[in-house]
């Protein structure tokens, strides 16, 4: 089993993104970190699937 980071974004405090840079480079390290958009290439990578996309549809398509 490999360990999988998946951070849709980053924080944006400084502190924060500190914090997060060396999590991330811990799971580069010893696993795979996926950050932004290429969280959305490695889902549909993984599964086939563009969750990206469909979000983005339903999203549109919803009414508040």
Do not use: S
């Amino acid at each position: 089993m490999i360990p999988v980071r998946v951070m849709y974004y980053m924080p944006n405090r400084k502190q924060a993104i500190r914090i997060q840079e060396r999590i991330i480079a811990a799971y580069a390290k010893h696993g795979q970190a996926h950050i932004g958009r290429d969280v959305w290439n490695y889902i549909h990578t993984c599964t086939g699937f563009d969750l990206h996309a469909y979000l983005y549809k339903q999203t549109k398509d919803a009414t508040f």
